[in-house]
């Protein structure tokens, strides 16, 4: 059975959306590990609750980015894992581990991808005034929320949302995309041509 390994910095609710998915086996994998940057992020007790070992990369115990990143990198290496999910993971990752897992990392956004990467997605939307918003599953490149786009759900911007009610809404067609996501990566079936992904 394939694996795969997660990487959070918080609340981890799209962690607990693969753990659910993973017991309603609509995920058939194995989640080998949960990586954190942040030793008081609430994933860790979905991790303990799940089974699932957790690894701490306190961020602020590291000299400097580079060794936070080498780090990583080992710790990404040791899991074995098929797969790398960022699930709320807060940091950009370096070239390096991009570069040691090409095509191998998926990333959840909050947003309708190319639209409105990077922080506060859901707050850029409403200060834009579009009508649709919504979440994108995509591989990780080097760049901000800027890799081939694997899923994507649209939700619309009501004119009395505000961030959180806007925010919320998104976050349940999070918790859909994402496991569907991993199910049809580790089934082999992303293609990746150029900036598109097949799926097959
Ligand atoms: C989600 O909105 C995700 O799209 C973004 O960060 C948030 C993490 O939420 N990257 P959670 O930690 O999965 O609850």
């Known amino acids: 059975m394939k694996g795969f390994a997660v990487l959070a910095s918080g609340r981890g609710?799209?962690?607990q959306a693969l753990i659910d998915?993973?017991?309603?086996?609509?995920?058939?994998?194995?989640?080998?590990r949960l990586i954190t940057d942040n030793p008081t992020a609430?994933?860790?007790e979905r991790a303990g609750k799940?089974?699932?070992?957790?690894?701490?990369?306190?961020?602020?115990?590291?000299?400097?980015?580079?060794a936070y990143e080498?780090?990583?990198?080992?710790?990404m290496h040791a899991t074995g894992a098929d797969l790398f999910v960022l699930a709320g993971y807060m940091r950009i990752l370096g070239?390096?581990?991009?570069?040691?897992?090409?095509?191998?990392?998926?990333?959840?956004?909050?947003?309708?991808?190319?639209?409105?990467?990077g922080l506060h997605a859901q707050r850029q939307a409403l200060e834009h005034g579009v009508r649709v918003s919504g979440c994108s599953v995509h591989l990780v490149d080097p760049g901000t929320d800027t890799g081939p786009i694997v899923l994507q759900r649209c939700v619309r911007v009501e004119q009395d949302d505000t961030e959180e009610t806007l925010a919320a809404?998104?976050?349940?067609?999070?918790?859909?995309?994402?496991?569907?996501?991993?199910?049809?990566f580790l089934e082999g079936r992303l293609e990746v041509r150029g900036r598109r992904v097949i799926i097959r």
């Open 50 to 66: 799940a089974g699932i070992p957790a690894t701490v990369l306190d961020f602020g115990s590291f000299p400097d980015r580079a």
């Open 169 to 184: 809404r998104i976050l349940a067609e999070e918790h859909r995309i994402l496991p569907e996501a991993v199910r049809l």
């Open 95 to 117: 070239r390096e581990i991009v570069d040691a897992f090409p095509h191998r990392i998926l990333n959840i956004h909050p947003a309708l991808l190319p639209c409105f990467p």
């Open 13 to 15: 609710s799209n962690f």
């Open 21 to 32: 998915a993973m017991k309603a086996g609509e995920v058939p994998a194995r989640c080998l």
């Open 70 to 75: 080498e780090a990583l990198l080992r710790k």
């Open 42 to 44: 609430y994933a860790l």
